[in-house]
């Protein structure tokens, strides 16, 4: 078993940056898919980032401003959010999927275990 917990959701302005983080206890990473998703008010679930046996995926409207990383231990996950935009508002969550268990981890159905989520609120 896994638990996950989000950090690092904050106020800020439009064009600064934010580092979220996922913390893995239970479990590392190791034979899991983890990604991150957001959720805005009165909207569904979005994949933005995975890290998978196929390595880093992300969607294509965030791909020029967020980056995920791993740490070393594989406990820990990252995501590197850049020039932030008011419509990045929204809960952030970090989830996984055990390797042989989904197609594609940027799809919210596809994960298993889910963190509590953490706000992020940009302001213009």
């Known amino acids: 078993e896994v638990q996950l917990v989000e950090s690092g959701g904050k106020l800020v302005q439009a064009g600064e940056s934010l580092t979220l983080s996922c913390a893995a206890s239970g479990d590392n990473f190791d034979d899991h898919a983890v990604g991150w998703f957001r959720q805005a008010p009165g909207e569904g679930r979005q994949g933005l980032s995975c890290l998978s046996s196929s390595g880093y995926d992300y969607a294509n409207s965030v791909k020029d401003r967020f980056t995920m990383s791993i740490g070393n231990n594989r406990d820990v996950v990252h995501l590197q959010l850049s020039r932030l935009k008011p419509e990045d508002t929204a809960v952030y969550y970090c989830?996984?999927?055990?390797?042989?268990?989904?197609?594609?981890?940027?799809?919210?159905?596809?994960?298993?275990?889910w963190g509590q989520g953490t706000q992020v609120t940009v302001s213009a």
């Open positions: 989830a996984t999927v055990i390797e042989g268990d989904y197609n594609d981890c940027l799809q919210p159905y596809e994960m298993e275990t």
